[in-house]
């Protein structure tokens, strides 16, 4: 047979030379290379949701802030929903206690009333 011509016996063979015998146990092999992450479908990954600025700087860091559950396992996410919550809502709450503009007079009754 042609020595060039591998099948699918050679080729395994090949990989456990290549990670140190039969068992693959131990050798140098068995590591990754560095930077190479295994891919772990649970782990967290970003979701890319964009975040429009909505021009009060409080509002947006509080928006900013749902940004930090993309790095936290799923169990994590409570804590900064409830965070961005409790501070939206401590926002809504500050513009019902801040009186607006003053509103303008009513209208005046110019009839002379006291015509006979």
Same mark, same amino acid.
């Given at each position: 047979?042609?020595?060039?011509?591998?099948?699918?016996?050679?080729?395994?063979?090949?990989?456990?030379?290549? #990670?140190?015998?039969?068992?693959?146990?131990?050798?140098?092999?068995?590591?990754?290379?560095?930077?190479?992450?295994?891919?772990?479908p649970?782990?967290?990954?970003?979701?890319?949701?964009?975040?429009?600025?909505?021009?009060?700087?409080?509002?947006?860091?509080?928006?900013?802030?749902?940004?930090?559950?993309?790095?936290?396992? #799923?169990?994590?996410?409570?804590?900064?929903?409830?965070?961005?919550?409790r501070?939206?809502?401590?926002?809504?709450?500050?513009?019902?206690?801040?009186?607006?503009?003053?509103?303008?007079?009513?209208?005046?009754?110019?009839?002379?009333?006291?015509?006979?």
């Amino acid at each position: 047979m042609n020595e060039s011509m591998t099948g699918p016996q050679d080729a395994s063979r090949s990989e456990s030379a290549a #990670t140190g015998g039969a068992g693959g146990a131990g050798g140098a092999g068995d590591a990754e290379p560095p930077g190479a992450e295994a891919y772990d479908p649970a782990a967290p990954a970003p979701l890319h949701v964009p975040r429009t600025p909505t021009g009060d700087d409080g509002v947006d860091a509080l928006l900013d802030r749902l940004g930090d559950a993309d790095h936290l396992p #799923t169990d994590g996410h409570v804590e900064v929903y409830e965070d961005v919550h409790r501070g939206l809502r401590d926002t809504l709450t500050a513009l019902d206690a801040h009186p607006g503009p003053p509103a303008p007079p009513g209208p005046t009754d110019h009839s002379n009333s006291n015509r006979s």
